[in-house]
């Protein structure tokens, strides 16, 4: 597969909590020199990352990150505070406890409420497979599917295990011909992400796999 495919499926990610608005700028240049997906930032970011970045890159930022246990409400303002500063695409946390105990309503209408909010805007829903049963894994299939959200991803990265090949082949065979699929946390090579990519994942959520191919182009420049 060639790199430049798999670097135009990437959300070129930093989330970490000491982020500075240097580095931000860093990945934005990268992704437009590069031609990500998107670059995924922490909220406090998103303003200036669009005033800073315009239409050459496409901004993503996290609702809900990265426990997911805050209150419908808060996801909500959260969502919509995002796209008056110019987000171009959410990613959101569910409530993890709350599918646990059971509350697959609270979880539906929760991801209906954000999608709402994020009108034209794509949405991903982070489910952390590495928190969840293969019974959970295949009910959030069916709830992504139902919500109407755009995306189902794996992992918020911070939750103990990233992506795992075999969760995105039982996303493939269980979510609806809607949804696409974004594989995140810990793919850290080429030969990973083009993996992933060969069994359904459309987005990658990386840093590593894109400072990697920065260095391999970098060289035949």
């Not at 105990?101 to 489910?127: M, N, R, T």
């Not at 959030?140 to 959200?149: H, K, N, Q």
């Not at 103990?160 to 969760?167: H, M, P, V």
Request: hydrophobic residues 40%.
């Amino acid at each position: 597969m060639e790199i430049e495919k798999i670097l135009s499926a990437c959300d070129h990610t930093l989330l970490k909590q000491d982020a500075t608005w240097e580095q931000i700028m860093e990945i934005c240049d990268d992704a437009a020199k590069y031609h990500t997906a998107s670059v995924c930032i922490p909220p406090c970011y998103v303003k200036q990352a669009k005033a800073y970045a315009g239409s050459s890159v496409r901004i993503c930022t996290v609702i809900g990150f990265p426990n997911g246990n805050m209150t419908t409400a808060a996801k909500v303002f959260e969502t919509r505070d995002a796209i008056e500063n110019g987000a171009d695409e959410i990613d959101m946390v569910i409530n993890i406890g709350m599918l646990k105990a059971g509350d697959e309503e609270y979880v539906l209408s929760e991801i209906k409420a954000v999608k709402a909010a994020c009108k034209d805007h794509i949405l991903k829903v982070i489910i952390e497979t590495c928190l969840l049963t293969e019974a959970e894994k295949k009910t959030m299939c069916r709830i992504v599917t139902e919500s109407g959200a755009d995306f189902i991803k794996t992992s918020t990265g911070f939750g103990g295990g990233g992506a795992t090949f075999d969760d995105i082949r039982l996303f493939a065979e269980h979510v609806g011909p809607a949804v696409r699929i974004k594989a995140a946390g810990g793919i850290s090579s080429l030969e990973d992400a083009e993996k992933f990519m060969e069994l359904g994942a459309e987005r990658l959520g990386t840093s590593r796999v894109v400072k990697i191919a920065k260095s391999m182009l970098s060289i035949k420049e």
